[in-house]
């Protein structure tokens, strides 16, 4: 019996649905990256010490920044969307909520931004602009911010700029690890200027 001219072309129009079915059937799934967590170890309250209360107040970063995917630097004034390795949650407010965690453990402190501190309480209020939250795979992560610290009692304020950068290993996680340790230092550096303010010492950067 003749072969029909149809079933060759019936057959490749299958083989061809089931080649790209196999194609869309494992899509690249989304990873989500948190630099909270607070890593910072605690500080012992000392006896009989009323806790340390102070505002962390919203953190800014660069417009470029203010989106769900990480921005990977890639050549000199390029960068790269990494559609598919995102942040939990806004940069500005990872980074915020980073900074309270780490500050109150260094300080044994309360970040009372959305509360209230009891009446009479000292209140310091802590700002940060991030100008510059650099990420290079397998190279770097780096912040560069201006940060302040200002007591409410009507004391002046007392402004830095910090920068730390930390090399980092290949990979997104590595990346993600080296800037909540760059954020580690940066609340460190930060708290000791509160901590020198408490105790009645100069302040400074």
């Given amino acids: 019996t003749p072969t029909s001219p149809r079933r060759p072309l019936a057959a490749l129009l299958i083989a061809t649905a089931v080649l790209l079915a196999g194609c869309g059937s494992n899509p690249p799934s989304d990873s989500f990256y948190t630099l909270g967590g607070g890593s910072a170890t605690a500080a012992p309250p000392a006896s009989g010490a009323a806790p340390l209360y102070f505002e962390m107040r919203p953190v800014t970063v660069p417009a470029q920044l203010r989106r769900p995917q990480m921005v990977v630097a890639s050549g000199a004034g390029r960068i790269e969307l990494e559609e598919h390795h995102r942040w939990a949650g806004p940069l500005a407010e990872e980074i915020g909520n980073s900074l309270s965690l780490d500050i109150a453990a260094l300080l044994g402190g309360v ?33 560069d911010a201006v940060w302040s610290v200002r007591r409410l009692d009507g004391s002046a304020v007392q402004t830095c700029r910090s920068v730390f ?19 580690d230092r940066l609340a460190a550096a930060i708290a000791a200027n509160v901590r020198g303010q408490v105790e009645g010492k100069a302040p400074g950067c």
């Fill in 165 to 183: 950068q930390e090399p980092v290993g290949a990979g997104h996680d590595a990346l993600v690890a080296g800037h909540r340790a760059t954020l």
């Fill in 111 to 143: 970040d009372v931004y959305r509360s209230a501190a009891p009446e009479g309480s000292m209140v310091y209020r802590i700002g940060a602009d991030v100008q510059r939250f650099e990420s290079r795979l397998g190279e770097y992560a780096l912040v």
